[in-house]
């Protein structure tokens, strides 16, 4: 074992030994309480390489990734990095070793700028050993130079658009002069322009001798961009391959251990009465003369890029910030929904976009977050919770939607993000919703629960349910809507029927 | 609806149970522990017993009564991620006002100047009493709920008013010669032997209460939903505005609880009254595992941190400790708690 202060000066010694992998590990374990998260997990990474790595939720892929990141500490395992064994203590050992990892959540500081953010701890200093911000703003129009960003270095970080943050996160991690970069699913708040510029950073980081290891749900972005990829299932590794020597089906069948025949299965199913009616509703600055009607067992997919207003439409709807003009009405009868919980009282759920923030309560346990929002309206009596029932029920909920959990008493936050979406969902199903509005419902949710998801709302939509699903995912929309509406920049720019509607036509509609 | 007597027990998917202890268990063993290093200590610098006295047992009960009671309206706060500093003045304000109506009538120097009444039945003290507590709580969640300040700002302009008003209320003159059927309230009635205080009875009783509020009732529900994520809460239809204003409103109807039994236990009032008991109810809550940032936190716990609180300080009177050393070891005894809070909830995020 070598200490991390006498591997920097070997690797700024040039004398770097040879390995034909950059990132070597071996024999991994990792438990947490109750749960074998890895167990006996390989994984390498060659120079200059994007390697992909693929699993359901729950699969070990995150934990495996803090575990390079020096966030975890291994309960077993060996590492060899550029082929020298190590143990890393902390990120920030990690670091200074040249593994950096770009988080799902990003972590900048939102009032600094974009210049601190990237040099913080390591800022140049003028000779009074002051902060030299010439220097440091020099030296980021370099790094974005040489990464093709253009961003001001100068500007907050707070007033920048979600893919603008990960360039600098992106960027961050370059300045580290990192020879392991660690993306966990970049893409996934990305509008298709910015996924190609990220691509394109990520093959020119490629060149230039890095290995760059991909989590990602998406199986196009994997043959795009991954040279290879490994499988992980259930907290075991199942094996590495190059991306051109297989099948979207292979993948899906080694990520999930058995066939998954169709994905999105919408069942046809007989279409009722009008059941939502939207008038020329508009809030201001955000959207404006949004019209569309959704009948009793309709699936009305909304398809447009990220911050073209679709969720904010959802949110209109549904009471968040209320509508600033413009009529709603529900079984033909104009209705005044001024908050949450009139838009419940009218039948309406509303599945956030967001799990961590508007989703999830993380310190609640499972019971409580599946029974939150039903409270509301029933299982209470003279203010008294009838937990008896309200526990079976909610527990039959979670059994039908095959929540991965040893009981409804677990801490939510111990549970992988599809685990929690799926309670999120049972939350609203307890409400027995008429209109049911999912925003993203599959977004970072493994192979196998997004089909189960999506038969459930088939099924859902089978029982006179009228839903409005928001997706990015453009099979997803394809596959379950039987009508879809467009919309981009706060307007609705078409509407598509099932039988007329591909990928083409709806990215031209959502981009005029 | 399904039959509830199905075995609910039984695991999701046959994933191994982990096996949880309540998270009381851990703050009872620190009490425990204190407690028999007092007993210890006693018998070798004291030679007596610490436990083993009715007199003593009687007066750690009686003590801690009062922030008791403001401590458990405190917890509901903390558990939304507030906090209320006033309790302490509206206990100061609010044991004036009440005393003030539980003078006796013959008394020349009384508030209320009463020839010709008749003393008053206590009840209107207690009910006077309780509605301004109600009120002032109402006015600091109303001002939370509408101006979106922080709840420490508001309630620290209440916590200085209302000491203001306390003092105003008499131009700083203590409030005495009370009736006996209001200062019954106060005294003491021999169980088997034990002389126990009625505040004791009504901490125990409101204790009982605010725990099944908060486990059993739709209120206690939403409670825990708003500290734990306000924007979740939001989306499943929790008025946020109207559910703190409730919160405060009983937190102050605690707080006037709390300044009746003062009163009655005094058998006076004055404006000093209730200085710092904010502080030590803070305190109770924090060392019973209530996380100042919310949606943690439980009555058991409180009542259990109240207890230790009122079993260190009679501690350190027993062992003859000068009541400087007392504070500057309550104060550390708080830091302690919130280290160790801290601690168990990284450790928890960390299990994440």
């Known amino acids: 074992m070598v200490s991390p202060s006498t591997m920097k000066i070997v690797r700024e010694s040039g004398a770097v030994p040879g390995s034909e992998f950059v990132l070597e590990v071996s024999e991994v374990r990792k438990e947490f309480p109750g749960v074998v998260a890895l167990d006996n997990v390989k994984f390498q990474l060659r120079r200059g390489t994007v390697h992909a790595l693929m699993g359901e939720n729950g699969a070990g892929k995150s934990t495996l990734m803090k575990i390079i990141a020096g966030i975890y500490t291994p309960d077993s395992g060996t590492f060899k990095l550029r082929g020298v064994d190590i143990r890393l203590k902390s990120p920030l ?102 996924v190609a510029h990220l691509f394109s950073i990520i093959r020119a980081l490629r060149t230039e001798g890095k290995g760059i290891i991909y989590i990602t749900h998406k199986m196009n972005e994997l043959f795009e961009i991954a040279d290879e990829f490994s499988v992980f299932r259930d907290g075991k590794y199942i094996a590495t391959k190059p991306s051109s020597s297989v099948t979207r089906d292979d993948i899906i069948r080694m990520m999930v251990g058995r066939e998954i025949t169709q994905m999105f ?125 309200l526990s079976t029920d909610s527990e039959e909920m979670a059994q039908t939607l095959r929540v991965r959990t040893p009981d409804m008493q677990e801490p939510i936050m111990n549970l992988s993000g599809g685990n929690q979406q799926k309670v999120l969902i049972a939350r609203w199903l307890l409400t027995r919703p008429r209109i049911l509005i999912l925003d993203e419902p599959t977004r970072g949710i493994d192979v196998g629960a997004k089909a189960e998801i999506h038969k459930l709302v088939s099924q859902l939509a089978g029982q006179g349910v009228a839903v409005i699903m928001i997706s990015s995912e453009m099979p997803e929309v394809l596959g379950m809507s039987d009508r879809i509406m467009v919309v981009h920049e706060g307007r609705v720019t078409g509407f598509l029927d099932r039988k007329d509607a591909d990928q083409v036509k709806i990215m031209e509609l959502a981009s005029h | 609806m399904t039959d509830t007597s199905q075995d609910s027990g039984k695991s999701l998917t046959g994933l191994t149970k982990v096996k949880r202890w309540p998270p009381e268990v851990s703050i009872l063993l620190v009490l425990l522990g204190i407690v028999l290093v007092f007993e210890v200590l006693g ?26 009671i403001i401590a458990i309206g405190v917890t509901q706060v903390i558990i939304t991620a507030g906090v209320d500093l006033s309790s302490g003045s509206m206990v100061g304000f609010i044991a004036m006002v009440v005393a003030s109506f539980a003078q006796v009538a013959t008394n020349e120097r009384a508030v209320f100047l009463s020839q010709g009444w008749v003393d008053l039945n206590p009840i209107w003290a207690i009910m006077v009493g309780l509605a301004l507590g109600a009120a002032l709580g109402w006015l600091n969640g109303f001002i939370i709920a509408k101006t979106k300040i922080p709840p420490f700002i508001a309630t620290l302009g209440m916590m200085v008013s209302a000491r203001g008003l ?187």
């Open chain 1, 93 to 194: 050992d990690a670091l200074e070793n040249g593994i950096a990892m770009i988080h799902q959540e990003l972590n900048l500081m939102g009032p600094m700028t974009v210049a601190e953010n990237i040099w913080i701890r390591r800022e140049p200093k003028n000779r009074f050993g002051l902060i030299d911000h010439a220097a440091m703003r020099r030296n980021t129009e370099d790094l974005f130079k040489r990464l093709n960003i253009d961003i001001d270095p100068m500007v907050e970080v707070g007033t920048l658009s979600v893919a603008n943050r990960q360039m600098v996160e992106i960027a961050k991690a370059v300045s580290f002069n990192s020879d392991v970069l660690i993306m966990d699913e970049p893409t996934s708040a990305l509008t298709e322009k910015e």
């Open chain 2, 43 to 68: 018998w070798i610098f004291v030679g007596q017993s610490f436990v083993a006295n009715k007199q003593r047992l009687s007066i750690i009960v009686l003590q801690v009564a009062v922030t008791g």
């Open chain 1, 265 to 389: 299965p919408k069942e046809t199913v007989p279409i009722g009465n009008v059941k939502l009616a939207v008038k020329g509703l508009g809030l201001k600055g955000v959207f404006q003369d949004v019209s569309f009607e959704v009948r009793e067992g309709e699936i009305l997919g909304i398809a447009g890029l990220v911050g073209s207003g679709r969720s904010n439409i959802a949110e209109t709807i549904f009471g968040v910030s209320p509508a600033s003009a413009g009529s709603i009405e529900i079984d033909g009868k104009p209705v005044n929904i001024k908050n949450p919980a009139i838009a419940m009282k009218h039948g309406i759920a509303f599945l956030t976009e967001d799990r961590k923030e508007t989703g999830c309560f993380l310190l609640l346990d499972i019971q409580d977050n599946t029974q939150m929002a039903v409270l509301q309206s029933r299982y209470v009596n003279y203010g008294f919770v009838q937990q008896k029932q």
């Open chain 2, 166 to 352: 306390a003092k105003w209320y008499t131009l700083g003159q203590p409030v005495a010669l009370l009736t006996d059927s209001f200062t019954w309230f106060g005294h003491s009635f021999p169980v088997l032997g034990f002389p126990v205080p009625r505040p004791v009875i009504v901490f125990l009783i409101v204790a009982v209460i605010f725990h099944i509020l908060l486990t059993y009732t739709r209120y206690g529900k939403f409670t825990y939903a708003i500290g734990a994520n306000p924007q979740a809460a939001r989306v499943s239809g929790i008025n946020i505005g109207n559910h703190l204003i409730k919160v405060y409103t009983v937190a102050g109807l605690l707080s006037g609880l709390a300044a009746v039994m003062t009163a009655a236990r005094a058998e006076s009032a004055q404006p000093g009254m209730g200085v710092g008991y904010e502080l030590d109810a803070i305190a109770s809550c924090v060392i019973g595992g209530t996380s100042l940032a919310g949606g943690v936190g439980r009555i058991t716990g409180t009542f259990i941190g109240t207890i230790i609180l009122g079993v260190v300080t009679s501690g350190f009177t027993f062992l003859q400790v000068g009541a400087y050393y007392q504070e500057i070891v309550k104060g550390i005894i708080i830091v302690a708690a919130v280290v160790i809070d801290q601690y168990r909830q990284n450790k928890r995020r960390k299990s994440a």
